[in-house]
């Protein structure tokens, strides 16, 4: 009996927010709530998270991290403030203005959110202290299948009380909620000799330190002092030749950030007849086949700082960039 109740109430909630009565944004009450929308099944908000990215100009190209992690992923959906009371109360409101059908569906919602089963009086006697709490769907998660898991009616929670709910959102979720936001520069390498690299002798990659610098961002949720900081520090990065007959340098390909924050060292005359601490020596010149897909990946550490004072790391991320990489034999050098 229940779930049949619970049933007809998500039917008729969702009938009341998509009916034009139903405005759920500037509400006199202070509510940022952004909107709502439905699935048939449940009520979802949209979600009030704000993100920050200091010094990020937005005109750079960037990309976004890949987890090595591939049993992890950022959260799909979680719970989190969305409606007063007097949002829910107009919500009920406009469902009993549509035509034919809304007396039936309002007197269901009225029972749930009015008359004591659970809530009385849609909670109007706690304005002000607190909110109801309703599923959200990550925007860039929308078509996982874990989407569907936050599948509950917009419930109450008092204010400074952290709910027992497992999928509400806190500063951890807000931490991997940032993750995906995280803006990480093209792995634009230096490498040189410039131009074409030549057979059997080491080419040198490097990566600038004044563009290569950890990369923060921090989700919130105005009004709630819940927030997070998600930082991502690069520490090394992966080439990958294109092909089997070259050498790396490394033997392992990773090249490892040294102490002044640079990876590998920037190649100039005096280094002429030394091995790279960061690069490639091509055995084969690509005469006849094409060039070389160069792949250089750089890996990033992920650490968080939330407003609760707690922290810790995520799943280490991953960036990736191909360049063409041409390889003339020595007799093609002009003297």
Not at 49 to 72: H, M
Not at 82 to 97: L, R, W, Y
Not at 186 to 193: K, R
Request: hydrophobic content about 35%; proline content about 8%.
């Amino acid at each position: 009996m229940h779930a049949r109740i619970a049933t007809v109430i998500a039917a008729a909630a969702a009938l009341a927010l998509t009916a034009p009565q139903a405005a759920h944004a500037g509400i006199d009450d202070g509510s940022t709530n952004g909107g709502a929308s439905n699935d048939g099944k449940t009520i979802h908000a949209e979600t009030k998270i704000q993100v920050s990215t200091p010094g990020d100009s937005g005109s750079a190209k960037t990309g976004t991290l890949t987890s090595e992690n591939t049993n992890w992923d950022p959260p799909a959906c979680w719970y989190e403030p969305a409606f007063s009371p007097k949002e829910i109360e107009s919500t009920v409101k406009a469902v009993d203005s549509v035509p034919f059908v809304g007396d039936l569906f309002a007197t269901v919602l009225n029972g749930y959110y009015k008359d004591g089963s659970p809530y009385k009086d849609y909670n109007l006697d706690k304005q002000g202290k607190g909110m109801f709490w309703a599923s959200v769907i990550n925007p860039k998660r929308k078509d996982d299948p874990a989407a569907t898991s936050c599948d509950k009616l917009p419930f109450w929670v008092d204010n400074g009380t952290t709910p027992s709910e497992p999928l509400a959102v806190s500063p951890q979720v807000l931490a991997e909620y940032a993750y995906d936001e995280i803006k990480i520069p093209d792995t634009d390498i230096s490498m040189a000799p410039a131009g074409k690299s030549t057979v059997n002798l080491p080419s040198w990659i490097w990566l600038d330190k004044a563009t290569f610098s950890p990369r923060s961002v921090t989700a919130s949720i105005p009004n709630s002092g819940l927030s997070a900081t998600t930082t991502a520090t690069p520490v090394s990065l992966r080439i990958q030749p294109g092909t089997a007959d070259a050498q790396l340098h490394p033997a392992s390909g990773e090249c490892p950030i040294g102490a002044d924050g640079r990876i590998g060292t920037p190649f100039s005359a005096d280094k002429q007849n030394q091995t790279p601490d960061c690069g490639v020596t091509y055995l084969r010149s690509t005469a006849g086949t094409g060039p070389h897909k160069l792949k250089a990946t750089i890996t990033w550490k992920i650490t968080w700082t939330g407003s609760n004072g707690q922290g810790g790391t995520l799943p280490n991320g991953t960036f990736a960039t191909t360049q063409d990489v041409t390889v003339q034999e020595i007799q093609a050098i002009n003297r």
